[in-house]
């Protein structure tokens, strides 16, 4: 069955200093998601990307936030320069079409100290 | 307006019980309600979803019940096992209309179901 993958799955960084959240979402979807869950709280959604573009971002997805699809299959989360309050875990999700399933990765914890 | 709100925030039933989540957005404009369900360490995975064009929906033990004047919908789980130990999230989302479809989660519910 075809499936979101992430990596790296857990990630300690320092504060201050850049992180790379790497996904590849399912082969024929078009429309990409960056989700993420502070421990113990709620999934919150950070950007949707569609047609080589940044759709829709939150209020969470500040300037040190960004997103990229290098190539057909790829699809990165950076943080130019993490903060504590970054901690929390990443969730990629792809969907074939704007309606439908949303289907989401493991998801890459990220460590802050 | 953007908010879901969900209760309780944890659930204990024993085996073979219902187990019942609520529900409740103030958004008319929301269009598809998702159920993800979440073991640790995993993401969310579609449990079941509903479109407001119906008041109920049902698939295998689950079902969800929708109530458009309420603006309130709820997860039924019937004859719970201990494999339905999980996270559960409900979401909402305007499929038609809007920048993007994406989802907005509830803060989910953890389920216990005990032996």
């Known amino acids: 069955e075809p499936e979101v993958t992430q990596t790296p799955s857990h990630q300690v960084t320092q504060m201050g200093q850049e992180v790379i959240l790497r996904c590849v979402p399912i082969s024929n979807h078009l429309y990409f998601y960056w989700y993420r869950q502070i421990l113990g709280q709620k999934v919150e959604f950070l950007v949707s990307?569609?047609?080589?573009?940044?759709?829709?971002k939150s209020e969470i997805f500040d300037d040190q936030f960004s997103v990229e699809r290098p190539d057909g299959s790829n699809f990165t989360l950076k943080i130019r320069s993490t903060k504590l309050e970054d901690s929390a875990m990443y969730f990629c999700?792809?969907?074939?079409?704007?309606?439908?399933?949303?289907?989401f990765g493991e998801g890459s914890r990220l460590t802050v100290l | 307006q953007q908010q879901v709100k969900q209760s309780p925030q944890s659930l204990i039933v024993q085996k073979g019980g219902i187990s019942i989540i609520n529900c409740a957005y103030e958004?008319?404009?929301?269009?598809?309600f998702p159920w993800y369900q979440q073991f640790p360490g995993k993401g969310p995975a579609l449990l079941i979803a509903?479109?407001?064009?119906?008041s109920e929906k049902k698939e295998g033990r689950f079902t969800i019940s929708f109530n458009k004047s309420a603006k309130q919908f709820s997860l039924h789980i019937m004859d719970s096992q201990p494999g339905d130990s999980a996270t559960y999230f409900c979401?909402?989302?305007?499929?038609?209309?809007?920048?993007?479809?994406?989802?907005?989660f509830g803060t989910g519910t953890l389920l216990a179901v005990q032996p």
């Open positions: 958004n008319t404009a929301f269009d598809y």
């Open positions: 999700a792809s969907r074939e079409g704007r309606i439908g399933e949303l289907f």
């Open positions: 979401a909402a989302s305007k499929e038609y209309g809007g920048a993007t479809n994406k989802l907005i």
């Open positions: 509903i479109r407001p064009d119906v």
């Open positions: 990307f569609y047609n080589n573009e940044i759709s829709e």
